[in-house]
């Protein structure tokens, strides 16, 4: 609906909706949909780590060199970090009160306005750390198959993972900066449209040899695209 329509993912950000009750979206405050959203992206963090994490089990091991091991652990860690900078933000945004004092302002109360601020910077931070993930992942080389029955190859999974945590992290970040700037009552959304995504292509694209060459034409890309 009109909190989709402003992110630079709408059909991403609808899916984080898809549990919820419609009655309870459809009576909603900006402020709420906001922190659903932000409980569904912290939910594909923690998974891709757990593909990150497959990849490095007993079985796969011996099938990777140094690098792309350290690279795969690396991003472990990374994730975790990612998944506690999105746990700051869910649990500091719900301190903050709604509604706005005066609708239509656009500003909130100085104390809250800081503390959205303060949100803005962790999901940079959390996107910073799913950009050096995927990017450690991709230049590490060719990692080959994984321990899983499906033996799909290890560096497309994670990077297909990856992909998905860019999207949610960016609705994420863009929805934070649109509740900072146009507060809690919906109306004040409703014309409200987000940037044009610039995916990373190294990270949609699963085909290691085209992964590759992507990646060299791409290295330059960093998370201010999204800003």
């Given at each position: 609906g009109v909190i989709c329509n402003a992110t630079v993912y709408p059909d991403v950000c609808s899916k984080s909706f898809s549990q919820t009750n419609l009655g309870f979206l459809k009576n909603a405050s900006a402020h709420t949909l906001v922190s659903i959203a932000?409980?569904?992206?912290?939910?594909?963090?923690?998974?891709?780590?757990?593909?990150?994490?497959?990849?490095?089990?007993k079985g796969s091991q011996p099938l990777l060199t140094p690098l792309e091991l350290q690279a795969i652990q690396d991003c472990t860690t990374l994730m975790d970090m990612?998944?506690?900078?999105?746990?700051?933000?869910?649990?500091?945004?719900?301190?903050?009160?709604?509604?706005?004092?005066k609708p239509g302002v656009g500003q909130w109360p100085e104390k809250h306005g800081e503390?959205?601020?303060?949100?803005?910077?962790?999901?940079?931070?959390?996107?910073?750390?799913?950009?050096?993930?995927?990017?450690?992942v991709t230049v590490s080389g060719p990692v080959v198959l994984s321990s899983s029955k499906s033996g799909s190859n290890c560096r497309a999974r994670i990077l297909k993972s990856q992909a998905r945590v860019?999207?949610?992290?960016?609705?994420?970040?863009d929805l934070v900066k649109?509740?900072?700037?146009?507060?809690?009552?919906?109306?004040?959304?409703?014309?409200?449209?987000?940037m044009k995504a610039q995916p990373r292509r190294h990270m949609l694209d699963t085909d290691p040899e085209r992964v590759d060459k992507t990646s060299q034409d791409d290295n330059a890309y960093s998370v201010s695209n999204t800003s």
């Open positions: 932000l409980k569904a992206a912290s939910v594909i963090v923690k998974e891709s780590r757990v593909v990150v994490k497959s990849c490095s089990t990612a998944t506690d900078q999105l746990s700051l933000v869910i649990a500091n945004l719900s301190t903050i009160v709604t509604p706005m004092p503390a959205l601020l303060d949100l803005e910077a962790w999901l940079s931070g959390a996107l910073s750390l799913q950009s050096t993930c995927a990017d450690g860019w999207e949610v992290l960016t609705n994420s970040l649109k509740l900072a700037s146009h507060g809690d009552k919906l109306a004040n959304w409703k014309h409200q449209k987000g």
